[in-house]
């Protein structure tokens, strides 16, 4: 049986054992039919071109698994940012780990969707924007038809959650291959402020399969700051759907860092609706072996005076693949847009291949849009500079690689969330640089 | 009165076809409608050897496979292929000796084109094939050229004369089943021009076609096939119009270069097809396949300037599979009222330190859609390969669009590859700083304007950079220096 025809047969058994309300199991029922007539894509749609999804649909999944509650912080610890305090939203194979979390109802809410969406006093907040942002694409819809679990954020008008929200998904491998569905709301009404870091980790060599989507909604003058460490194990497969919704001066970034997985696809949506509105998406991306890594980003200018930057770093080694594609799309009436895409790309061995797509669709004329692509090579001038300065071979390349992923990493607003980057890249590269950069 | 962007604008809108008059000739047309027995027709009717018979048939075949393709960022009626002509020839005299036998309506035609055969073979010496509704009329300078050993003629002369050399090339660089249009195109093409270049050879002078599409209700299915042999040198002028109707008329063109080792060709399109009025009826429909083939050390350059035709639809291509080879691609896509443009090219990087640049600029008025759309494909083999793309759009009126949609695959470390794209209108702070150092508004547009396509227009031949600066129908007073 496949992947779909199992899912499909699994709806009725798995809507019969959850308590949602009427307005949620409509949206469900409606998701399921959009999946059912879609499907998984596959690589005659134009936006999965270069990603084929055969491999990771192919093992028989079990949909559900019952949580772990071995586990104890000691042995994951390693996956946190440690050295900051931080709200912590913890799922053990998508199972919320209540002694791993800390969350709050201070001021702000920090929480579960299974509460907000059964309980009476978030239905509020439910009903104006659970599933209002996401649009219905197959793979967001499959998550809507069976998403029960997740984190909810919800900053009211002008609060600034005080310290960084993160979001860790483990799976223990408790089952010989898991798929995961987790879904995330997060609404930052006027001037709110929150950050937010999410990570994916599996904790043994069993495969597994997350198909997230995280719904943003930045209001007024809100800003957002999201990170993304995508660093999971070989038969990690992650597809992340996130689709934000930004209103008048609002600023959203987010960071995506992909050092690992088998497949990573980050579908990431931006729409524009009001003036005055920043996007930042940046990425690094640092893989080897096998593994494939596709950024499908869109922005979408529906407002006058907005901006958007994207930028896109990617290190390729061994066999492994990169995709990049990114569109631009730039209503009639948001004029004064001034968008800018870049992506830049290194080949470090042979077999890795590197597919590129920055795509503009513009349709006002006093707009400033631009994008540049390349894929090049380290400079070797700039290697034998620094090895007469008696830095090593692989020490060099590791600094040229830092150097080139630098622009990135810069912008990242948490110290020690950067100095743990820095650290993973190091890591990678298998050097010790001995300094912070 | 200050001319502003405004009346570009306007004027842009407003040009009108002047290409759009319609020659009575009395004409030789198939009846509509496409079968086996209509590709063997035409074949009959051009003579052809069984071998060519059985080609167009197959690929006649396969088309019967395919479904019209859809991928491209351009809305349209899909053409009836059954009612369509698929052959249609001025029907006078089947062929003419010199230029004093041919119809003199018809050398009328090409005068009002303003491209007098007279005129151009005294002043640019340029060697003229002219393909009207599907059928090459006159060949001009053959003899000039035949001291050379060159071989430029129509495709269907080729095929009777030199059929080795036909059969040797036709269909290896763009075969008959590549795509949906070029399998119709293998299946009924009804003319088209040929030339060969001998090795060694440089052409002395600019080879040159003409298409035109009279007959209402027909297709143009035209062929070109150019062979420059070892160390050869042509460069190959191609031009094209239609009358004004209020039907959509469809082109489905094929055009292979192949470049031999050390070779080089540059072709060269002026497209200016009828493209509808200004309410969006009518137009060709312009969909080509174009291909060329490096070997090792040789180049192919397409430089295009787009200007007519209702639909566009064409990737001027490279292959470039011996070391060393070299392509580029100079296009100006224009487009205005309800004109759709979905052009630009494919870069395929097959050998060592092959090197392709691609130059794009696409200007956008009324409530057209421009597009650019090309591919840089560096294969795994294609040690220290080399891409630089740029594709800069210009925006008048806000009714109107411009996209780009690169792809980039590279699948060798040692490549480099950069794209950049740009997408703006005319600056007023541009046209201020003009304006500061004295230069009227007029001029600055007219300056801006011709600065943003320069790159393209300088890789034109002289005597069709002319014609192409007609064509853009922008007032470039002054500023053409």
Not at chain 2, 64 to 77: D, F, G, I, K, S
């Amino acid at each position: 049986m496949s992947l779909k025809d199992k899912l499909l047969s699994s709806y009725l058994t798995f809507q019969e054992n959850t308590s949602f309300d009427n307005s949620i199991l409509d949206i469900k029922d409606q998701a399921i039919k959009v999946f059912e007539t879609e499907g998984f894509p596959s690589k005659k749609d134009e936006n999965w071109k270069y990603t084929s999804l055969n491999s990771v649909t192919k093992p028989d999944y079990s949909l559900a698994a019952t949580g772990d509650d071995a586990i104890e912080f000691k042995d994951v610890k390693q996956y946190f940012l440690n050295d900051i305090d931080t709200f912590k939203i913890v799922f053990i194979d998508g199972v919320y780990s209540s002694y791993l979390s800390e969350t709050t109802h201070d001021g702000v809410d920090v929480c579960l969707l299974s509460s907000a969406l059964t309980k009476p006093k978030f239905k509020q907040v439910i009903d104006v924007y659970f599933n209002k942002i996401a649009k219905n694409e197959s793979l967001t819809a499959l998550n809507t038809a069976f998403a029960k679990e997740g984190a909810y954020i919800y900053v009211p008008k002008s609060m600034a959650v005080n310290k960084p929200i993160q979001i860790v998904h483990l799976s223990t491998g408790n089952e010989a291959n898991l798929m995961l569905q987790p879904r995330n709301l997060i609404v930052a009404e006027e001037n709110a402020e929150v950050q937010v870091i999410e990570r994916h980790q599996s904790l043994s060599s069993n495969a597994v399969f997350t198909n997230s989507v995280t719904e943003i909604y930045a209001g007024k003058h809100a800003r957002v700051d999201y990170y993304k460490i995508q660093n999971d194990k070989e038969n990690a497969s992650l597809i992340d759907n996130s689709h934000i919704d930004q209103q008048e001066s609002s600023e959203v970034s987010v960071h995506t860092f992909s050092f690992g997985g088998k497949l990573t696809r980050n579908n990431l949506n931006y729409y524009q609706n009001g003036e005055h509105i920043n996007s930042i998406l940046k990425g690094v991306t640092i893989i080897e072996d096998k593994q494939h890594v596709d950024h499908n980003t869109l922005v979408h200018h529906k407002q006058p005076n907005c901006e958007s930057h994207q930028d896109y770093k990617g290190i390729f080694d061994d066999k492994s693949t990169g995709v990049f594609n990114g569109k631009v799309v730039v209503d009639a009436i948001a004029q004064k847009i001034n968008a800018y895409q870049s992506n830049n790309n290194i080949l470090v061995s042979d077999k890795a291949s590197i597919n590129s797509k920055p795509q503009l669709e513009i349709f006002a004329d006093d707009v400033r849009c631009s994008h540049g692509c390349t894929i090049g090579q380290l400079d070797e001038d700039a290697l034998f500079y620094m090895r007469t300065r008696g830095i090593g071979k692989k020490e060099g390349r590791a600094l040229l690689m830092y150097a080139f992923a630098n622009n990135v990493l810069e912008s990242v607003k948490i110290p020690q969330l950067k100095a743990r980057i820095t650290n993973l890249i190091a890591e990678k590269l298998g050097v010790n640089i001995g300094f912070d950069l | 009165m200050a001319y502003t962007e405004d009346d570009l604008e306007k004027e842009l809108a407003t040009k009108e076809y002047k290409y759009g008059f319609y020659t009575d000739i009395e004409s030789e047309t198939f009846p509509v409608g496409l079968n086996e027995d209509i590709v063997r027709a035409i074949s009959k009717k051009k003579e052809e050897p069984e071998w060519m018979t059985e080609w167009r048939i197959e690929a006649f075949r396969y088309w019967q496979t395919l479904e019209e393709p859809e991928w491209a960022n351009v809305h349209y009626e899909k053409p009836d292929f059954q009612n369509i002509s698929y052959y249609s020839a001025p029907s006078k005299k089947p062929k003419y000796d010199s230029l004093d036998e041919v119809d003199p309506e018809l050398l009328d035609t090409f005068k009002r084109l303003g491209i007098s055969i007279d005129e151009q073979k005294k002043l640019a010496g340029v060697a003229v094939d002219v393909v009207m509704d599907s059928v090459s009329v006159t060949t001009t300078f053959k003899k000039t050229l035949a001291e050379k050993g060159i071989i430029f003629c129509s495709i269907s002369e080729a095929i009777k004369e030199h059929p080795e050399l036909v059969k040797k090339y036709i269909g290896t660089v763009v075969p008959k089943k590549d795509n949906f249009y070029a399998a119709l195109n293998s299946a009924v093409f009804s003319d088209g021009s040929f030339c060969y270049i001998p090795k060694g050879v440089r052409c002395p002078m600019e080879l040159s076609t003409y298409f035109r599409i009279n007959q209402a209700g027909t297709g143009q299915f035209e062929r070109t096939l150019v062979v420059a042999d070892e160390g050869s040198y042509v460069s190959y002028l191609e031009g094209c119009t239609a009358p004004s109707r209020d039907e959509n008329q469809l082109h489905a063109a094929v055009v292979e270069l192949i470049a031999l080792d050390d070779a080089e060709i540059k072709y060269s399109t002026v497209q200016n097809w009828y493209p509808g009025n200004d309410e969006g009826k009518g137009g060709v429909y312009n969909f080509v396949t174009k291909r060329g083939l490096c070997e090792k050390n040789a180049k192919i350059s397409w430089t295009q300037v787009e200007t007519g035709s209702a639909v566009t639809w064409k990737y001027p291509s490279c292959v470039l599979k011996g070391d060393n080879s070299i392509g580029e691609f100079y296009s100006i896509a224009v487009t205005n009222n309800f004109q759709q443009a979905d052009t630009g090219t494919k870069m395929i990087h097959l050998g060592k330190n092959t090197k392709s640049t691609i130059i794009s600029k696409g200007i956008s008025a009324g409530q057209s859609q421009n597009s650019y759309r090309g591919l840089v494909q560096i294969n795994s083999r294609a040690e220290n390969a080399r891409n630089f793309s740029q594709c800069d759009s210009l925006l008048m009126g806000n009714k109107c669009g411009a996209h780009t949609f690169p792809y980039i695959e590279a699948k060798n470390k040692s490549a480099k590859v950069e794209h950049e794209a740009t997408t703006s209108k005319i600056g007023e702070d541009q046209i201020f700083y003009c304006n500061q150092r004295g230069i009227d508004t007029e001029k600055a547009i007219a300056l801006i304007v011709n600065g943003f396509s320069k790159e393209v227009l300088n890789k034109l031949p002289m005597e069709f950079a002319v014609e192409a600066q007609k064509l853009l129908e922008i007032s470039l007073e002054g500023s053409v220096g």
